[in-house]
T-cell receptor, first 116, second 112 residues
Framework: DAGVTQSPTHLIKTRGQQVTLRCSPK?????VSWYQQALGQGPQFIFQ???????QRGNFPDRFSGHQFPNYSSELNVNALLLGDSALYLC???????????????FGPGTRLTVL | DAKTTQPNSMESNEEEPVHLPCNHS???????IHWYRQLPSQGPEYVIH???SNVNNRMASLAIAEDRKSSTLILHRATLRDAAVYYC?????????????FGAGTILRVKS
């Protein structure tokens, strides 16, 4: 089992550009969450996808959008990049069991995005 | 989102026990206490969770205060590989979805 995989590992973009990050969940998982981690801070929840729909969203502008495919993999898109979007973007997968608060999330190694 | 408070950093010697504290004075009766850790250059990983009783697993132990307003993650014998940022997180079964709300965490340094 490869666990959660993310691509690319690193990415450099300039302000105003658009970026797409990709995530493949752990085998058997159907839910994908995305987090943004600025340097020296804890990860911040962006949104969560289940059954190809956005189910929950954190406090992020609509420049951040996503998609989930039938095979449960997911993309995170960020438009009109700002310098402040420079961060580590983490993908986490899990299984969606309603009312189960101990549902472990498995994280990928992240994509380091640098905006110049 | 329920809030937790952790020390910014702690230091330990290798092969000695480490006690990482977490305060969560506003915890509700149904909130679970989770711990995740993030090793350098990696994504966070699950460590342990509990509700009321103390819990043990192969990685660590979780001691929960009787009033549940605080908890302590215990690493019985710290190794250099345990150097990481440790996050204490509250999760509610009443909340839709299962997002994790991270604070700044505790940076654990382990000395050889």
């Amino acid at each position: 089992d490869a666990g959660v995989t993310q691509s690319p590992t690193h990415l450099i973009k300039t302000r105003g550009q658009q970026v797409t990050l990709r995530c493949s969940p752990k085998s058997g998982h159907d839910t994908v969450s995305w987090y943004q981690q600025a340097l020296g801070q804890g990860p911040q929840f962006i949104f969560q996808y289940y059954e190809e729909e956005e189910r929950q969203r954190g406090n992020f502008p609509d420049r951040f959008s996503g998609h989930q495919f039938p095979n449960y993999s997911s993309e995170l898109n960020v438009n009109a990049l700002l310098l402040g979007d420079s961060a580590l973007y983490l993908c986490a997968s899990s299984t969606r069991l309603a009312g189960v608060p101990y549902n472990e999330q498995f994280f990928g190694p992240g994509t380091r995005l640098t905006v110049l | 989102d329920a809030k937790t408070t952790q020390p910014n950093s702690m230091e330990s010697n290798e092969e000695e026990p480490v006690h990482l504290p977490c305060n969560h004075s506003t915890i509700s009766g149904t909130d679970y206490i989770h711990w995740y850790r993030q090793l350098p250059s990696q994504g966070p990983e699950y460590v342990i969770h509990g509700l009321t009783s103390n819990v043990n697993n192969r990685m660590a132990s979780l001691a929960i205060a009787e009033d549940r307003k605080s908890s302590t993650l215990i690493l019985h014998r710290a190794t250099l590989r345990d150097a990481a940022v440790y996050y204490c997180i509250l999760r509610s079964p009443l909340e839709y979805g299962n997002k994790l709300v991270f604070g700044a965490g505790t940076i654990l340094r382990v000395k050889s």
